[in-house]
């Protein structure tokens, strides 16, 4: 099992989903719901550094899995995993969304 840690977004918007859904929390703070990301699993990541080090002649990779999802999607999902609707409140959380593009993979 691979835990992330609570600099990781799927660590903070997953935590923050729990908070609410056991009675914690009300909201939660996401930033750009819109942002894409790949939420790709870190272990085929893993996976392809060490193939790409299994290789004789050195060259630069990109482990993608060329798949984005926005942010929203991932929240929904989460809250669907625990059988709750959510509402959008939307407010600009410009701090931390200032050095980020749209999409990031």
Same mark, same amino acid.
Request: no cysteine.
């Given at each position: 099992m691979c835990v992330s840690g609570p600099t990781f977004r799927t660590y903070k918007i997953t935590s923050q989903? #729990?908070?609410i *859904? &056991?009675?914690i929390r009300d909201y939660?703070? =996401?930033g750009d719901p819109n942002t894409k990301r790949d939420w790709g *699993? &870190? @272990?085929?990541f893993v996976r392809g550094m060490w193939l790409s080090l299994q290789i004789e002649k050195p060259d630069d990779y &990109?482990? #993608?899995t060329g798949v984005a999802h926005s942010i929203k999607e991932f929240v929904n999902c989460g809250f669907g995993a625990v059988g709750r609707e959510l509402l959008y409140a939307l407010s600009q959380d =410009? #701090?931390? @969304?200032a050095n980020s593009t749209d999409t990031a993979v």
């Open positions: 989903i #729990a908070e *859904h &056991v009675g939660m703070l =996401i *699993h &870190v @272990r085929d &990109v482990f #993608a =410009i #701090a931390i @969304r």
